[in-house]
């Protein structure tokens, strides 16, 4: 998912991590808080136990942005909405940082568990503390078994996906996971317009459900798109004489440059950054597996799964 934060109010700044909400959350804030029936002696509870949730989901995506950085990745940016949180994380190409950048997050919630089950019964029963204890232990749970299904994107999905990796590769991983997410946001849909045809619920008690089942779907559907080009591009003839100096990956060999001067289509790597027709020059090469940006000249320092070489003589 891209990042746009121009539509969220920045909130502050922890570990060097910008945390926004959505314009949206203080919409959806009062729907949710002023529908719900008042099972407090005082209204404030309500608004404790609401804010309470995204504190929650705050932590959990905190969990994803600092296991990304103890990896080497990199992660500055956490955006909550009505659906929950998004941290932005990009941790390093590799199944393990990937699983335990996304592993963190669930693990926050079930490391809560415990302590907010031995404050709820350490409360005095029957009073509006004891009930918002319960009902947040209650959450919390449920936040750390909703992220655990086995469904892309969820956290659970992502999971099984870096466990995926392992053993058939990154973009053929993130294909299967795809279609799961895909099947189970459509089926999620068909199942929730039938429950209120038949009048078994109404349509906005399962409004909030049918939104995270169609984000699940349409996410689902761009990133099996995205998995297919890639594993596509990956299985291209490759360049074994240079490397990205971040992955190790030698680039694809092909006409997949296209001059900003003259619109000459052209392999880079073959001419060493010069257009073959205007001569001219791109040095700064994007990986297309890992998107890192480096010169030219360092891709040829780096040999494929080898890493850095002594450098060859050249005549640019």
């Known amino acids: 998912m891209q990042r746009n934060t121009t539509t969220s109010l920045w909130l502050f700044q922890a570990f060097g991590i910008d945390v926004y909400v959505h314009w949206s959350w203080f919409f959806v804030a009062v729907m949710q808080i002023s529908s719900r029936p008042n099972e407090y002696t005082a ?29 080497g990745g990199e992660a500055d940016t956490i955006i909550l909405w009505p659906l929950g949180g998004i941290a932005f994380v990009r941790p390093p190409a590799r199944p393990g940082a990937v699983l335990w950048s996304i592993f963190a997050g669930p693990l926050v919630n079930l490391t809560l568990i415990l302590p907010l089950a031995i404050l709820t019964l350490l409360t005095p029963p029957d009073t509006d503390l004891r009930h918002y204890l319960g009902i947040t232990t209650l959450i919390n749970i449920g936040l750390f078994c909703f ?23 990154r973009w053929r991983s993130l294909q299967v996971v795809s279609a799961i997410g895909f099947v189970f946001g459509i ?68 006409k997949f440059w296209t001059c900003e001067e003259c619109e000459a289509q052209f ?50």
């Not at 992220?147 to 590769?169: E, R």
């Not at 038949?198 to 995205?226: D, E, H, W």
């Not at 950054?273 to 791109?282: E, I, L």
């Not at 030219?296 to 494929?304: A, G, K, L, V």
């Open 187 to 254: 089926a999620s849909i068909g199942v929730l317009l039938l429950l209120v045809a038949l009048q078994v619920v109404t349509l906005g008690s399962v409004l909030v459900l049918g939104l995270i089942s169609l984000f699940v779907a349409v996410v689902s559907a761009n990133s099996f798109r995205v998995a297919r080009h890639a594993q596509h591009m990956q299985d291209l003839p490759r360049h074994a004489d240079c490397a990205c100096p971040s992955c190790l990956t030698g680039p694809p060999r092909g």
């Open 267 to 316: 392999d880079t790597f073959d001419t060493r950054g010069v257009c073959p027709d205007c001569g001219a020059w791109f040095l700064p090469t994007t990986c297309p597996d890992c998107r890192e940006t480096h010169h030219i000249d360092r891709w040829f320092s780096c040999r494929p799964g080898v890493g850095l070489v002594e450098p060859e003589e050249s005549s640019w």
């Open 43 to 71: 209204f404030y509870w309500k608004v404790v136990e609401y804010l309470s949730l995204f504190a929650l989901v705050l932590l959990h995506e905190f969990g994803h942005a600092l296991a990304c950085r103890s990896v």
């Open 147 to 169: 992220n655990m299904l086995p469904v892309y994107p969820l956290d659970g999905g992502q999971i099984l996906q870096a466990l995926l990796w392992f053993a058939i590769g």
